[in-house]
Structures are given as structure tokens and as C-alpha cells.
């Protein structure tokens, strides 16, 4: 990415905050973080972009991103048809290939790949095998949650 592109979606936060200021909501940070992940994330959910948002903002309820999405509707920022599809993505297992690159596994459920995910977190210490996963997709990013 080059500075012009950067300066582009600068413009476009800039320009979102300003038309959120001037329909009477206070600027946060928290609102700040969700504003730039929407402008730069591929996000399919306010699930998902809260779970992205709280990797900024701990605190972040998703409460708040649902008021700001539907802020962000009524002054005609945003649209759920095309930026939030409101529809549920969840990771799948894609190919797997030993060392030799001879397919083990053409393609995999959700649940296949929370197994090997979850195998290889009892293995490294950080579950134990009575801890369950589950396991969202946010952008390119997967994220896991211990229940």
C-alpha cells in the first residue's frame, strides 16, 4: 500500500467520525477502533467485528458496535446488504499435506478443524482435554474461543 491509499481510508475515517459527530454521537476510542476495522476489515458480522475490535479495546461490549452499526445505517454510512451480510462464516479445514506434499485431506468441516486445533493446543499446554473450542472467522483472521 502505498502514502495515497493510506491517506484515502485516513479520509474516509475522518469523514465517517465527522458525520457521526454531526448526528450528535460523541467520539470515542472505542468507536474510533470499530469505525477504522470497518473501513479496513472484511468483516461479515457485528460478531465478528466486535470479537476484532476487543483485540484493541478489551473493555469494548458488543452493545456499542451494534449501536454504532446502526448509527452508521441511519446516516447512511454503511448498509448490512453490503457491508455486514449479517450471514454466520465459519472456517473450514482446506487441504492438508504431509512433508512430501501428498494430500492427507482434500477438504474438512468446521469441526475437523477445531479438532486439529484444539489437539495441537492440549499438545502445547494451553487447554486441557475437558475445554471445548469454538472457532469464528474475522477477515483472513480465526479466532478461538475457550468455553
Avoid at 59 to 67: E, K, M, S
Avoid at 78 to 103: C, F, H, Y
Wanted: with cysteine; aromatic share 4%.
Amino acid at each position: 500500500m502505498d502514502e495515497n491509499e493510506k491517506y484515502s481510508v485516513d479520509a474516509l475515517t475522518e469523514d465517517t467520525i465527522r458525520k457521526l459527530e454531526q448526528s450528535g454521537l460523541r467520539m470515542t476510542i472505542q468507536r474510533r477502533h470499530i469505525i477504522e476495522i470497518l473501513t479496513s476489515s472484511k468483516c461479515t458480522s457485528p460478531k465478528e467485528l466486535w470479537y476484532e475490535a476487543k483485540e484493541y479495546v478489551p473493555d469494548l461490549g458488543i452493545a456499542t458496535v451494534y449501536r454504532l452499526i446502526n448509527r452508521l445505517e441511519q446516516i447512511g454510512v454503511i448498509s448490512k446488504a453490503r457491508n455486514l451480510g449479517m450471514q454466520n462464516v465459519e472456517p473450514k479445514l482446506g487441504t492438508l499435506k504431509d512433508k512430501t506434499g501428498n494430500i492427507i485431506k482434500k477438504e474438512g468441516s468446521t469441526q475437523e478443524l477445531a479438532a486439529l486445533i484444539k489437539q495441537g493446543l492440549m499438545t502445547s499446554g494451553k487447554i486441557k482435554a475437558e475445554e471445548n473450542i469454538k472457532l469464528s472467522l474475522v477477515g483472513d483472521k480465526i479466532n478461538i474461543q475457550i468455553f
